[in-house]
C-alpha cells in the first residue's frame, strides 16, 4: 500500500549490489511500529517460508514451498509478495513432475527476483540427494519467469546473492567429477553465474566425507565468505560436524579457511558481513549450556563474531534445556544482533535481540523461524512454519523494536533462555578444491498462480486500509475476443470508506486492446468488500504480443495498485 505524499525515498530499503552487506537504514518514523503475525495456508496443503527479505517498496518477498497443487508429496517452489502489512500482492507455484522447493531468494537491481532452489526435493534444503538437481530462476517484479537454468545433479543451491557485476553467487553442496566414484564424498559447490545464469567458474570444496553449504556473502574486496559444515570422519564418531567458514577470492581460490567446533555437533547455518569489516555466525553447537534430559550432548543456538580474517571475538551458546538452533542473523542498526531459530525448550527463545557483545537485551518464544531482517523502520520481520494453530502453513511475523506485537499475541511469549560462553577450538581447515562437472541446461518449470489463504493471527498499530487482487490475476485474449478478471477488494484493519478506481493499459496505441472498467466508486468495509469487472478487448487487427493492465484505486491518503498481464493471441 503506497501512502500519498510521501517522500519517496522515506523508509525504503537500499539495495546494496557492492560487496559489503548493509545494515538496514532506518526511516524516521512517527507513531507506533506496525506490527502483526500472519499465515499463509492452503486446506490440506503444507507450506515452509526458507528465505525472506524486505524489498524496495518496503513490502517482503517469501520463497519456500507448498504442497496446494493437490499431489501428494510433491512439494513446488512457492514465491509470495508481500505488502508492508502483510497482504498478498501475487503468490505463484513453480515446478515439474517431481518435488520442489526453493530454498533462497532476494530482490535484484532491476525490481525482479533471483531465486535458488532444488528439483527433485521434498521442500528441504541443504540436502544433495541423488535426484536432486540445483535450480536458479530470474523472476521479474510480477513473478513471471525470466530465465530458469538446472545445473549439477546430486546437488543443492541453497543461498543465492546478486554480485556487484549484476551476477550471482551461489552456494550449496554437490559432487565432485570423477571416472570412478562408488560413493564420492559431497562438498561444498560454490559457483559464479552471469546476469544471465550462465557458469562464470564453479568449484567444490571438501574435507573429509561431507560438507554443505548454508550461506554465501560477496565481501568488499570482491571474494567471497562461505558458510556451513563439515564432517571428517565417519567410523568412532559419526555425529562429529564442525561448522566450516573459509573466504575465496573472485575467481574461486581460497585465500582463508577454518573449522570451528568441538567433539560433537556445531554447524554455522548463517553468516553476514558486519559494519567492523568482520562477521557474525549463526548456528547450532553441542556441549555446552544446560543439557536437561539430552541423552547425548544438546545442541543450543550458537552465535560467534569474528574478525576479517576469521578469527573468533566472541562466542556463546543460547537456549533452554533441551535442543535449540539458531538458523538467521542480521546485524542492526544499532551495532548488536537479531537472531532467530527454533527450540525444543518451554518457554525458549525462538528471536533473541543480542547487544555487540553478544549478551541477551531481550527474547521472545513462540514459533520457529528459518530468517529475520531488521526493517526499514527500525522494527523486525520473521518468516518460517506455523507449528501453530493447527496448520501447517508458513508464518510471516512482524515486530517492533522491542520484539513485539501487541499484548496477547500467541506468537511471542515469554521466554527464559539463557547464554553461556563456548570455547569452540578454531583450526586451520585443508580443503581440497576440485572442479564439477555441471552443465548449464534450460530448465521448463511451469508457473501456476496459488491460493494460499492469508490468516491475520494478531494485529497492532495497524491503521486502517485496503488491499486489492484479481482473479484471474492474468488474462489471454485472442484477436476478436475478450477476457474479463474480476477485482476484489476488501478492507484492512478496520476501513471504512469510498475508493476511487481507475485503469490504463500499456502499451497503449490505435492498435492495442481496449479497456473498460465496470465501475469507477467502490465502497467497503470491514466484511464487506465490493468487486469490478476489467475487461480488456481485442479487434481483429490488435497487435499481438503482451500487455500490462494496472488499476488503482485511492482514497484519501491512501493508494494501491495491481498489475495485471495481458497476451493478446492468434485467433485459430
Same mark, same amino acid.
Given at each position: 500500500?503506497?501512502?500519498?505524499?510521501?517522500?519517496?525515498?522515506?523508509?525504503?530499503?537500499?539495495?546494496?549490489?557492492?560487496?559489503?552487506?548493509?545494515?538496514?537504514?532506518?526511516?524516521?518514523?512517527?507513531?507506533?511500529?506496525?506490527?502483526?503475525?500472519?499465515?499463509?495456508?492452503?486446506?490440506?496443503?503444507?507450506?515452509?517460508?526458507?528465505?525472506?527479505?524486505?524489498?524496495?517498496?518496503?513490502?517482503?518477498?517469501?520463497?519456500?514451498?507448498?504442497?496446494?497443487?493437490?499431489?501428494?508429496?510433491?512439494?513446488?517452489?512457492?514465491?509470495?509478495?508481500?505488502?508492508?502489512?502483510?497482504?498478498?500482492?501475487?503468490?505463484?507455484?513453480?515446478?515439474?513432475?517431481?518435488?520442489?522447493?526453493?530454498?533462497?531468494?532476494?530482490?535484484?537491481?532491476?525490481?525482479?527476483?533471483?531465486?535458488?532452489?532444488?528439483?527433485?526435493?521434498?521442500?528441504?534444503? *541443504?540436502?544433495?540427494?541423488?535426484? %536432486?538437481?540445483?535450480?536458479?530462476?530470474?523472476?521479474?517484479?510480477?513473478?513471471?519467469?525470466?530465465?530458469?537454468?538446472?545445473?549439477?545433479?546430486?546437488?543443492?543451491?541453497?543461498?543465492?546473492?546478486?554480485?556487484?557485476?549484476?551476477?550471482?553467487? +551461489?552456494?550449496?553442496?554437490?559432487?565432485?567429477?570423477?571416472?570412478?566414484?562408488?560413493?564420492?564424498?559431497?562438498?561444498?559447490?560454490?559457483?559464479?553465474?552471469?546476469?544471465?545464469? %550462465?557458469?562464470?567458474?564453479?568449484?567444490?570444496?571438501?574435507?573429509?566425507?561431507?560438507?554443505?553449504?548454508?550461506?554465501?556473502?560477496?565481501?568488499?574486496?570482491?571474494?567471497? +565468505?562461505?558458510?556451513?559444515?563439515?564432517?571428517?570422519?565417519?567410523?568412532?564418531?559419526?555425529?562429529?560436524?564442525?561448522?566450516?567458514?573459509?573466504?575465496?577470492?573472485?575467481?574461486?581460490?581460497?585465500?582463508?579457511?577454518?573449522?570451528?567446533?568441538?567433539?560433537?555437533?556445531?554447524?554455522? *547455518?548463517?553468516?553476514?558481513?558486519?559494519?567492523?569489516?568482520?562477521?557474525?555466525?549463526?548456528?547450532?553447537?553441542?556441549?555446552?549450556?544446560?543439557?536437561?534430559?539430552?541423552?547425548?550432548?544438546?545442541?543450543?543456538?550458537?552465535?560467534?563474531?569474528?574478525?576479517?580474517?576469521?578469527?573468533?571475538?566472541?562466542?556463546?551458546?543460547?537456549?533452554?534445556?533441551?535442543?535449540?538452533?539458531?538458523?538467521?542473523?542480521?546485524?542492526?542498526?544499532?551495532?548488536?544482533?537479531?537472531?532467530?531459530?527454533?527450540?525444543?525448550?518451554?518457554?525458549?527463545?525462538?528471536?533473541?535481540?543480542?547487544?555487540?557483545?553478544?549478551?541477551?537485551?531481550?527474547?521472545?518464544?513462540?514459533?520457529?523461524?528459518?530468517?529475520? *531482517?531488521?526493517?526499514?523502520?527500525?522494527?523486525?520481520?520473521?518468516?518460517?512454519?506455523?507449528?501453530?494453530?493447527?496448520?501447517?502453513?508458513?508464518?510471516?511475523?512482524?515486530?517492533?523494536?522491542?520484539? %513485539?506485537?501487541?499484548?496477547?499475541?500467541?506468537?511471542?511469549?515469554?521466554?527464559?533462555?539463557?547464554?553461556?560462553?563456548?570455547?569452540?577450538?578454531?583450526?586451520?581447515?585443508?580443503?581440497?578444491?576440485?572442479?564439477?562437472?555441471?552443465?548449464?541446461?534450460?530448465?521448463?518449470?511451469?508457473?501456476?498462480?496459488?491460493?494460499?489463504?492469508?490468516?491475520?493471527?494478531?494485529?497492532?498499530?495497524?491503521?486502517?486500509?485496503?488491499?486489492?487482487?484479481?482473479?484471474?490475476?492474468?488474462?489471454?485474449?485472442?484477436?476478436?475476443?475478450?477476457?474479463?478478471?474480476?477485482?476484489?477488494?476488501?478492507?484492512?484493519?478496520?476501513?471504512?470508506?469510498?475508493?476511487?478506481?481507475?485503469?490504463?493499459?500499456?502499451?497503449?496505441?490505435?492498435?492495442?486492446?481496449?479497456?473498460?472498467?465496470?465501475?469507477?466508486?467502490?465502497?467497503?468495509?470491514?466484511?464487506?468488500?465490493?468487486?469490478?469487472?476489467?475487461?480488456?478487448?481485442?479487434?481483429?487487427?490488435?497487435?499481438?504480443?503482451?500487455?500490462?493492465?494496472?488499476?488503482?484505486?485511492?482514497?484519501?491518503?491512501?493508494?494501491?495498485?495491481?498489475?495485471?498481464?495481458?497476451?493478446?493471441?492468434?485467433?485459430?
Amino acid at each position: 500500500m503506497k501512502r500519498l505524499g510521501l517522500v519517496p525515498s522515506v523508509g525504503l530499503v537500499v539495495l546494496v549490489l557492492v560487496s559489503i552487506q548493509a545494515v538496514a537504514v532506518m526511516a524516521q518514523v512517527s507513531g507506533p511500529i506496525p506490527t502483526w503475525a500472519k499465515t499463509y495456508h492452503a486446506t490440506g496443503a503444507a507450506e515452509t517460508a526458507n528465505s525472506m527479505q524486505q524489498t524496495a517498496d518496503g513490502g517482503y518477498i517469501v520463497a519456500g514451498s507448498t504442497n496446494s497443487s493437490g499431489v501428494p508429496g510433491h512439494p513446488h517452489a512457492w514465491v509470495v509478495k508481500l505488502d508492508s502489512l502483510g497482504n498478498v500482492v501475487w503468490q505463484k507455484t513453480y515446478g515439474g513432475n517431481g518435488p520442489d522447493g526453493a530454498c533462497s531468494v532476494q530482490q535484484t537491481s532491476d525490481g525482479g527476483f533471483i531465486v535458488a532452489g532444488d528439483l527433485g526435493t521434498f521442500g528441504g534444503c *541443504h540436502v544433495a540427494g541423488s535426484q %536432486n538437481q540445483a535450480w536458479v530462476f530470474k523472476l521479474d517484479p510480477m513473478g513471471n519467469i525470466v530465465w530458469q537454468r538446472t545445473y549439477l545433479r546430486s546437488a543443492s543451491a541453497d543461498s543465492i546473492q546478486q554480485t556487484s557485476d549484476g551476477g550471482f553467487i +551461489l552456494a550449496g553442496q554437490g559432487t565432485p567429477a570423477c571416472v570412478i566414484c562408488f560413493s564420492p564424498p559431497t562438498g561444498v559447490w560454490v559457483v559464479k553465474l552471469t546476469p544471465l545464469g %550462465n557458469i562464470t567458474w564453479q568449484q567444490v570444496y571438501s574435507i573429509g566425507i561431507a560438507n554443505f553449504a548454508s550461506s554465501v556473502r560477496q565481501t568488499p574486496d570482491g571474494g567471497f +565468505l562461505v558458510a556451513g559444515s563439515v564432517k571428517e570422519c565417519c567410523f568412532g564418531n559419526a555425529d562429529n560436524w564442525d561448522a566450516l567458514i573459509f573466504k575465496v577470492n573472485a575467481t574461486g581460490g581460497i585465500v582463508w579457511q577454518k573449522t570451528y567446533g568441538g567433539p560433537d555437533v556445531d554447524e554455522a *547455518h548463517s553468516i553476514q558481513l558486519t559494519s567492523d569489516g568482520g562477521f557474525i555466525v549463526a548456528g547450532e553447537a553441542s556441549g555446552w549450556g544446560a543439557q536437561g534430559n539430552c541423552i547425548f550432548p544438546c545442541p543450543h543456538a550458537w552465535v560467534f563474531k569474528m574478525d576479517a580474517l576469521g578469527n573468533v571475538i566472541w562466542q556463546k551458546s543460547y537456549g533452554g534445556t533441551i535442543i535449540d538452533h539458531a538458523n538467521s542473523v542480521d546485524q542492526t542498526s544499532d551495532g548488536g544482533y537479531i537472531v532467530v531459530g527454533s527450540t525444543g525448550s518451554p518457554g525458549g527463545a525462538w528471536v533473541f535481540k543480542l547487544d555487540a557483545v553478544g549478551n541477551i537485551a531481550w527474547e521472545r518464544g513462540g514459533s520457529s523461524a528459518a530468517s529475520v *531482517h531488521q526493517t526499514s523502520d527500525g522494527g523486525f520481520v520473521a518468516a518460517g512454519p506455523s507449528s501453530s494453530y493447527a496448520s501447517m502453513g508458513a508464518v510471516v511475523v512482524k515486530l517492533d523494536s522491542n520484539g %513485539n506485537i501487541g499484548l496477547g499475541c500467541p506468537f511471542t511469549g515469554p521466554s527464559n533462555s539463557t547464554a553461556a560462553d563456548t570455547n569452540a577450538t578454531i583450526t586451520t581447515a585443508s580443503l581440497v578444491v576440485n572442479t564439477t562437472g555441471a552443465t548449464v541446461a534450460t530448465s521448463n518449470a511451469t508457473v501456476t498462480d496459488t491460493s494460499e489463504l492469508t490468516s491475520v493471527q494478531c494485529a497492532s498499530n495497524e491503521p486502517p486500509d485496503f488491499s486489492m487482487s484479481a482473479n484471474p490475476s492474468s488474462l489471454t485474449v485472442k484477436q476478436g475476443g475478450s477476457a474479463t478478471t474480476t477485482i476484489t477488494i476488501n478492507s484492512t484493519n478496520g476501513f471504512t470508506g469510498t475508493i476511487t478506481l481507475n485503469a490504463s493499459l500499456a502499451p497503449g496505441g490505435s492498435k492495442a486492446p481496449t479497456l473498460t472498467l465496470s465501475s469507477t466508486t467502490v465502497t467497503v468495509s470491514p466484511g464487506a468488500p465490493a468487486t469490478v469487472l476489467v475487461t480488456v478487448t481485442s479487434k481483429g487487427s490488435t497487435t499481438l504480443g503482451s500487455y500490462t493492465v494496472k488499476v488503482t484505486g485511492s482514497s484519501g491518503g491512501l493508494s494501491t495498485t495491481i498489475t495485471i498481464p495481458v497476451q493478446v493471441v492468434k485467433k485459430k
